[in-house]
Nanobody, 124 residues
Framework: QLQLVESGGGLVQAGGSLRLSCAASGRTFSSYAMGWFRQAPGKEREFVAAISWSGGSTYYADFVKGRFTISRDNANNTVYLQMNSLKPEGTAVYYC?????????????????WGQGTQVTVSS
């Protein structure tokens, strides 16, 4: 199976930036579409961003377009989420996910593997 470990979360002021990393092991990383999701207290897990096998296609939730960037480094089996202009409503646990598909997936039920999550807290 594929194992995913997120890192890079923490406390940041509104308007600041964080870069989340997701390190993968156990399978050929380039064969998986990757995604980022987040879940705030009392809310459902929601889609944030996704990237295809090759990295040639990306897709973002409306609430992060223009501020977040997803990328992948297949040589190092890592996917990133660069988060700029962070807002307090972005406070949540952020999860990395993977699926053995060539195309982008945007719903949590479509993903097969998940990391443990990393906490992001955005203060005012």
């Amino acid at each position: 199976q594929l194992q995913l470990v997120e890192s890079g979360g923490g406390l940041v002021q509104a308007g600041g930036s964080l870069r989340l990393s997701c390190a993968a092991s156990g399978r050929t990383f380039s064969s998986y579409a990757m995604g980022w999701f987040r879940q705030a207290p009392g809310k459902e897990r929601e889609f944030v961003a996704a990237i295809s096998w090759s990295g040639g296609s990306t897709y973002y939730a409306d609430f992060v377009k223009g501020r977040f960037t997803i990328s992948r480094d297949n040589a190092n089996n890592t996917v990133y989420l660069q988060m700029n202009s962070l807002k307090p409503e972005g406070t949540a646990v952020y999860y990395c996910a993977a699926a053995p598909q060539r195309y982008i997936l945007t719903h949590s039920s479509e993903y097969d593997y998940w990391g443990q999550g990393t906490q992001v807290t955005v203060s005012s």
